[in-house]
């Protein structure tokens, strides 16, 4: 093999600088030259090169004795070229058709790695963070001991983390779009009670997550702000059932800088029940 090589270069050197060392291998060289070529480009960190080589190889390597490494070769030289999605789908390839394979085990870490990484901020679609956190799920159900199991663990917290904050920014979208019109009508209600459905799924959802206070204030101020702007049909009974979250949010949280928030809101509650 070493010798293929060699000849190799040899016809690079007399092709008098018309094509570059990789372009050679590419055009002309054998199967396991442009194998062995892959692997040199990979330790070399030349992974757009060691993709492309590869992309042709793991079909042609298929049910050798080298598909395996090919594959897994193939996945990581595209996480290591910063290109995430393809890197999950090689990945997940190499899980499905070598459930038992050498390299399972880390490709299987590594579906979920992938999908972190390209997991957007809180503001956008997070469907690539609960991809994450399914695939590290699954990679710690099947390797409960295995030595990436902290590491998948501390990502799983971190993702949930990101989806929490997600919730909180749309809670606070729609309670902040309450509050653009003007007078009772459909939309502003529905922007409040929006929120509160929203708030009330994350509590529900991460009911010991760090941002309980933030979702329980919003909770409580779009109630009143409910009651506020009610038809006198509705308006005793919400008002009641923002008093009641008022008094919810003072017990559980005694020591908020919002109390006084609290207390404002269950004084003009008690005037509108008790006239």
Known sequence: MKK???ILSCVIFLMNGCASEFNAVYKYGDTDVKYEFAK???ARGKYQ???TLLEELVTIKKGSDEAQECLYMLAMAQYCNYDYEAASETFKKYC???????????AAFY?????????????????????AITAYQQFIDLYPDSKLKPQAQDK?????????????????????????????????????????????????NYPYCTEREQFMLLIMKSKFQLA???????????YR??????????????????????EKYIVKCKKVIKD
């Open 96 to 106: 499905s058709s070598y459930p038992r394979g050498v390299y399972a085990e880390p």
């Open 156 to 204: 799983l917290y971190e993702l949930h983390d990101k989806l929490i904050q997600k919730e909180l920014l749309s809670a606070e979208l729609y309670y902040n779009l309450g509050g653009y019109f003007g007078n009772i009508n459909s939309n502003e209600e529905s922007n409040y009670t929006a929120c509160i459905v929203t708030a009330q799924n994350a509590l529900k």
């Open 4 to 6: 293929g090589i060699i």
């Open 40 to 42: 040199e480009c990979f």
């Open 228 to 238: 506020e702007n009610s038809s006198e049909e509705k308006r005793l009974d919400r």
């Open 241 to 262: 059932d923002a008093e009641d979250e008022c008094y919810g949010f003072i017990n559980e949280f005694p020591e908020s800088k919002n109390v006084e928030t609290a």
């Open 49 to 51: 090169q060691a993709v």
């Open 111 to 131: 579906v979920g790695q992938s999908l972190y990484q390209s997991a957007p901020e809180p503001r956008l679609d997070q469907s690539p963070t609960n991809g």
